[in-house]
């Protein structure tokens, strides 16, 4: 006979396998964006599962990919300066509280950017980028042409979604660069 303290835990565990993947295939998951959109628009060339075929991507995906890789890599420079702040002995309480707001203020830069992202997405674009340093928005999208309108709705998205006040570029046509 299998004893309670069995059979709880094998509960427990089913609980948290089935938890686990009701969480990352849910609607909205938002956990780890950074890096999962970063290694998704990485991956050069895949293999489709239905032909077996190798699909590779096109020079703008690549380049798209370069930019997020980049801006991830600012970013996670940017945390580690903050951590080592915060686990510095010999920072104040005042520097300590800097870096917290400081690494706040990245992961929300980061969610609106994301946000943004899906929002030119659901636009029509393939693909886009937006990467925020200071004052300066540069928004990248993976489009052979983009009118006068479609750039200023563009603008007028990153105004929304990232705070009036910044320098907002837009850059198409990135496999011709």
């Not at 080592?84 to 992961?107: C, H, P, Q, R, T």
């Not at 999208?141 to 006040?165: C, F, M, P, W």
């Amino acid at each position: 006979m299998i004893k309670k303290q069995t059979v709880w835990l094998l509960t427990m565990l089913s609980l948290i396998v089935v938890l686990s993947v009701y969480a990352l295939s849910a609607p909205g998951n938002h956990t780890g964006d950074l890096s999962q959109s970063a290694t998704d628009k990485a991956k050069p060339a895949a293999t489709n599962v239905k032909t077996g075929k190798t699909v590779t991507a096109t020079a703008t995906a690549t380049k798209l990919a370069d930019i997020e890789l980049s801006k991830n890599d600012e970013r996670a420079q940017l945390e580690k300066k903050y951590e080592n702040v915060i686990a510095s002995n010999s920072s104040s309480a005042k520097e300590i509280n800097a870096a917290y707001n400081e690494m706040d203020s990245l992961k929300a830069l980061a969610d609106n950017e994301t946000m943004l992202e899906d929002v030119i997405d659901s636009k029509g674009f393939k693909d886009s980028v937006v990467k925020t340093s200071g004052n300066q928005v540069q928004i990248y999208v993976d489009s052979n042409k983009l009118t006068d309108k479609q750039a200023n709705h563009l603008i007028q998205l990153a105004n929304e979604y990232l705070g009036t006040g910044r320098v907002v570029s837009v850059t198409y046509a990135l496999n011709q660069k």
